[in-house]
């Protein structure tokens, strides 16, 4: 079964970035496209963006766009999501997803942004 594990989440003032970092293994990774979630307590799990197996095609929620940006590297297993200019209201769990048959998640990593 696939397995993703996410990395770089931290704390971080408005306005500031962060880069987080998905690795996965346990799949042909060039194969599938893969997403970034996000959640907050009490609220349902929110997409943010997705990227194609080749890389070629993204999308955004409108929430992120022109902020953040989707890539990945299939040389390396990896997958990553650059934030720039965040606000507090990205605070939030940011999981890698992939779809094989199943739904598959990372462990999240947290993001925080302070006003």
């Known amino acids: 079964q696939a397995q993703l594990h996410e990395s770089g989440g931290g704390l971080v003032q408005a306005g500031g970035s962060l880069s987080l970092s998905c690795a996965a293994s346990?799949?042909?990774?060039?194969?599938?496209?893969m997403g970034w979630f996000r959640q907050t307590p009490g609220k349902a799990c929110e997409f943010v963006a997705a990227?194609?197996?080749?890389?070629?095609?993204?999308m955004y929620a409108d929430s992120v766009k022109g902020r953040f940006t989707v890539s990945r590297d299939n040389a390396k297993n990896t997958v990553s999501l650059q934030m720039s200019n965040l606000k507090p209201e990205d605070t939030a769990v940011y999981y890698c997803?992939?779809?094989?048959?199943?739904?598959?998640w990372g462990q999240g990593t947290q993001v925080t942004v302070s006003s």
């Open positions: 997803h992939v779809y094989v048959g199943l739904d598959y």
């Open positions: 346990q799949l042909t990774f060039e194969h599938y496209a």
């Open positions: 990227i194609t197996w080749s890389g070629e095609g993204t």
